[in-house]
């Protein structure tokens, strides 16, 4: 082969998971000529960003101290681009401020669990594959249900307008 056409992939990476927590992984790049690597994700950072010639570069992740998320990085060299998708997992647990409540919600790490009473006849026991998700802490408390929806559920029956099903006593 002609030792000037590349004949390596510019790198085997296509894909990088990132924990919650800063993180860093080193990235190889294989080529002859001139690279540069860019994201526009502002919680990914680079050792370089342009280099020469076979590399390794260090690609670092802020912790996420929020939701999962995803970006994607652009490395080029000549006419040669890759994509590389960039995950990070979500925080295990997550504070909101909702007006002037909290809300403390935890992550629920996916899984899967059979579900069904192997005793009741009517009921198939069957497996379930969860998503990871994040639920509260606690319910939903009427301070929290009125800051996000403007109103309590109660309010629009006459004989609670204006009072709290709290201290409404019958």
């Not at 993180?23 to 994700?41: F, G, H, M, Q, R």
């Not at 579900?115 to 026991?125: A, E, I, K, R």
Request: proline share 4%; hydrophobic share 30%.
């Amino acid at each position: 082969p002609d030792p000037d056409v590349e004949t390596k992939p510019l790198t085997t990476t296509t894909d990088v998971q990132f924990t919650s927590k800063r993180d860093a992984i080193l990235l190889l790049i294989n080529t002859k000529t001139n690279w540069n690597v860019s994201c526009e994700a502002d919680w990914i950072s680079f050792t370089s960003t342009t280099g020469n010639n076979n590399s390794g570069i260090l690609i670092g992740a802020q912790e996420n101290t929020s939701l999962p998320r995803k970006t994607t990085l652009k490395l080029t060299s000549g006419t040669e681009t890759k994509e590389i998708t960039v995950n990070q997992a979500g925080a295990a647990t997550i504070n909101l401020n909702i007006g002037n409540q909290n809300l403390k919600m935890i992550l629920v790490e996916a899984g899967k669990f059979t579900m069904g009473d192997p005793d009741f006849y009517s009921f198939t026991q069957h497996e379930v594959q969860l998503d990871s998700f994040y639920i509260s802490e606690a319910e939903i408390t009427n301070g929290i249900w009125k800051e996000i929806t403007g109103t309590l559920p109660y309010d629009t029956i006459p004989s609670y307008k204006g009072t709290s099903q709290l201290s409404k006593t019958n």
